[in-house]
């Protein structure tokens, strides 16, 4: 499927796009910041990629676990993980995002602080999500 941010990447070497949806707030904020995506090269656990699901869906999330060619992925917005996503599904890597006229790489000292932090939070998002969920099913059974 050829489309026009592979053929950019393929001609120019990178596409901008403005993501649309809540997944990875805070990082990105839907139709107005922009992220810069590249090739798929090299892929690490903690990148943000776009893919597409088998319903065609483009999605721009993280990587949160790699194994052999499959995928674990999550927004930074949410804690209910996506598995196995093919190698073959990821389209792009984001390489950096621009908030208003700043351009933010990933490589950037206070992203990599933020992704950190993301990361360290995300199973304390689900617990509390999972103690919501169980008082919430006391509270009927009364």
């Not at 052999?68 to 073959?88: A, H, I, P, Y």
């Not at 790489?105 to 992203?111: G, I, L, N, S, V």
Request: overall charge positive; hydrophobic content about 35%; glycine content about 4%.
């Amino acid at each position: 499927m050829i489309t026009d941010y592979t053929q950019a990447i393929e001609k120019y070497g990178f596409y901008i796009a403005t993501p649309i949806g809540t997944s990875m707030l805070p990082l990105l904020r839907e139709r107005i910041d922009t992220v810069k995506l590249v090739a798929p090269n090299d892929l690490k656990k903690h990148d943000v990629v776009l893919y597409m699901r088998n319903d065609k869906t483009l999605v721009l999330h993280r990587i949160i676990r790699i194994k052999d060619d499959l995928f674990t992925m999550c927004g930074d917005n949410q804690f209910m993980l996506e598995k196995n996503v093919k190698r073959s599904q990821i389209i792009a890597l984001m390489e950096g995002f621009y908030r208003g006229e700043e351009y933010i790489p990933t490589t950037d000292k206070e992203y990599q602080k933020y992704v950190k932090k993301i990361i360290r939070k995300r199973p304390i998002k689900y617990l509390k999500y999972l103690i919501k969920k169980i008082i919430k099913k006391i509270i009927r059974r009364k």
